[in-house]
């Protein structure tokens, strides 16, 4: 039965059995980009600027900030595993986190606070029971 089949006929199905299944595998996984694509066309690249623009001090900083969001995060981390495991209250809660944010001033008014924000609350409430909201969150820094 299988004399009829060469092997060169063999090769072009496999070819495009393959060809159709990996189609198929590109084409769900990547439907949303391929559908923003056909929608809003390629993304053009933008020309440079024959004047370069200065950069904000935001944006001059941003690799400090980067670091700096970092180290925070580890120090919180630490606070809230000392504070989880010594059963602080509320207040003492808040002066720990007070003093460990007073050295991160760099990331207030920052798109980094916002973040830093979330973290504390959610930490604060997963590790140690204490629910935080945003107006004792801007006290702190």
């Known amino acids: 039965m299988f004399r009829a089949v ?4 063999f090769m072009i199905a496999i070819i495009v059995i393959l060809v159709v299944y990996y189609f198929a595998i590109i084409a769900f996984f990547y439907r949303y980009g ?12 933008e020309r440079e600027v024959a004047h370069p ?22 120090e919180l981390q630490a606070v ?3 504070a989880a495991e010594k059963h ?8 720990a986190l007070q003093s460990c944010l007073k050295n991160f001033r760099q990331l207030k008014d920052t798109e980094f606070e916002a973040a830093a924000a979330r973290h504390i609350i959610h ?7 204490i629910t935080l909201e945003g107006t004792d969150i801007k006290r702190l820094w």
């Open 34 to 45: 391929i559908m923003k694509i056909l929608r809003e066309g390629l993304p053009k690249k």
């Open 88 to 95: 602080y209250h509320r207040e003492e809660l808040m002066q």
């Open 123 to 129: 930490s604060a409430e997963s590790l140690c029971n």
């Open 80 to 82: 809230f595993e000392n």
């Open 53 to 74: 623009v200065m950069p904000g001090p935001q944006q001059a900083t941003e690799p400090v900030l980067f670091a700096g969001i970092n180290d925070l995060l580890e």
């Open 6 to 9: 060469s092997w060169h006929e």
